[in-house]
């Protein structure tokens, strides 16, 4: 009987071969958007560090003139005459 019904249903198992072959693309699709999703922080960290890294050093040149105009100003407040 197994193999009577395995003659009859030779096309029908193609097609739903076919349909469960559409089914699991269907899930690698949505698991490519899933794991998608992580990547527009990833790119966020990215330009976050970029921009981050460029104001340190900026701080890091303009950071020795800022000194010295922090000591001259507490030095001028510090004298003991207005």
Do not use: D
């Not at 076919?18 to 992580?38: C, D, E, T, Y």
């Not at 966020?44 to 890091?60: D, E, K, R």
């Not at 010295?68 to 003991?80: D, I």
């Amino acid at each position: 009987m197994r193999s009577f019904t395995r003659g009859r249903l030779g096309p029908f198992r193609s097609q739903a071969g076919a349909v469960r072959s559409q089914r699991g693309a269907v899930r690698s699709q949505r698991g490519a958007v899933r794991s998608q999703r992580g990547a527009v922080s990833v790119e966020y960290l990215v330009i976050l560090t970029v921009f981050m890294l460029g104001v340190a050093l900026a701080l890091a040149s303009l950071g020795p003139g800022l000194v010295s105009v922090f000591q001259a100003r507490v030095a001028w407040l510090a004298l003991p005459f207005p």
